[in-house]
Structures are given as C-alpha cells and as structure tokens.
C-alpha cells in the first residue's frame, strides 16, 4: 500500500505530530514500508490456531495470601521519634 503526501499530512494532524514538508516524503516511504510489511500477515495462514490473549501463558502472577498476626501498635510506636496515640507524626510536605 502506498501513502499519499496528503495521507501522511492527515496522520500527522490525527496524532497531532508536526512533519515539515521536508521530512514527509521520508515519513511516506517508511509508512509505506511497515504497511507492506503489514499486508504480508494477511497472507499467513491461521486457520487452525486459537486466539490468544497473551503470547505466552500466564498462570496466577500473584503471590498467594498468608494470614499472619500485625505488629503490635504499641511496640511499632516505639521506634517512631514523635507519634500520636496511634499514628506516626511526620513534618507536613505539602505547603
């Protein structure tokens, strides 16, 4: 598929990119290029394949929950320099 100056100018303005006129003709042969390169997947067969979701499988990425007992406030308390009942006192870092 061969793109036209003004399809290269009209993909500019859609992506909201600015190609000088000098640089279009450059764009228009490497568009043209990776189009071409496009139309050669259509000639691919797929027709026993499956749609996949991912190129690879992926199973569970998470790591499983473990119930386990918090630290006591108090004993967290004691390493803070200045703390309020049971909240950390930090300066403000926000004006």
Known sequence: MTLTAADIQRL??????????????????????????????????????????????????FAPDHVATSLDVEEVLRNAPVHDESFFKVPPVLG
């Open 12 to 61: 500019a303005r859609l992506a909201r990119l600015q190609v000088p006129e000098s640089q279009v003709p450059e764009v228009q042969r490497d568009l043209s290029k990776i189009l071409e390169l496009f139309e050669q997947l259509t000639h691919v067969d797929t027709s026993g394949l499956e749609p996949l979701v991912h190129a690879i499988e992926l199973s569970d990425v």
